[in-house]
Each structure stands twice: as C-alpha cells, then as structure tokens.
C-alpha cells in the first residue's frame, strides 16, 4: 500500500528537525558530567537524552498525527481516483466519510464519521494535555 510510505515521506523531513533542534537544545555539560560519572551510553540516552527531548517531541507527534488525520488528498488521489492500481477498497475513514457524503449521498451517515474524527482528535488533544500537566 502506498498511503502509509507517502505519508512517511511527508512527516519525516518534520520529525527530523525538529529532534535536530531538540538534540542541540540538550546542554553539553550533562553528557560530560554523566561521562565522568562512568555512564555508558545507554544510560546518557535513558537519563538524560530522552527526559530532555520529551517536552519537544511530544507536540510534533501529536501535531503529525492531526496531519496524519487530515491527509485526505493523498489517500484519494493514490488509491480512489479513476485508473488507481490498488481500486477502491482501500478506505481510511476521511475517505470513508466522504464516499457515504458525496458519492452515496448519505450525508448523516458522513457527519456522524465526521464527528468520531472530531471526537477522536479531541482525545488526543486532552491525554497529551493531561500528560504535559502530570510531568510538571
């Protein structure tokens, strides 16, 4: 399937600044005291890399998984468009919602999908949320 890898492609250039900048924001002074302390690398990474960069990764996966969700263009012209190798039973549910909206014509049916993507991001929004306020 093609969907998933191009939407690799698309999020990947992001994720990769954004952990470029969280690594450089990572003050050089803890990895030099936790080698003079005799920790390995594993534990660098478990201790000091990985509580460092968890305030910045965090919204940049959460800000992917909205633009995972809104992504219907690509899924539609890959995959629904008239002469698509893979034909038309590949569904994520944006496209699902919007065959029941406009090609069935069953525009509450699309709606109530509508709604549980809403309710679903919304959820995503509030654990992370909830999340951010327990670490603090």
Do not use: C
């Not at 629904?80 to 994520?92: D, L, M, N």
């Not at 549980?116 to 991001?121: A, H, K, Q, Y």
């Amino acid at each position: 399937m093609l969907a998933p890898s191009v939407n690799l492609w698309l999020a990947l250039p992001f994720m990769i600044m954004i952990m470029d900048g969280a690594m450089q924001s990572i003050d050089k002074s803890y990895f030099e005291s936790a080698l003079l302390d005799g920790a390995g690398w594993v534990q660098r990474t478990r201790y000091i890399t990985v509580p460092a960069i968890r305030p910045i990764i965090a919204p940049a996966v959460i800000i992917t998984i909205f633009t995972t969700f809104k992504q219907f263009d690509v899924i539609y012209l890959l995959t629904q468009q008239a002469g698509a190798k893979t034909g038309a039973h590949v569904h994520t549910i944006l496209t699902y919602a919007y065959e029941n909206a406009f090609i069935s014509n069953n525009y509450g049916y699309s709606s109530a999908i509508s709604i549980i993507i809403f309710v679903l991001l919304i959820a995503f929004s509030a654990r992370y949320r909830l999340q951010e306020e327990g670490s603090r």
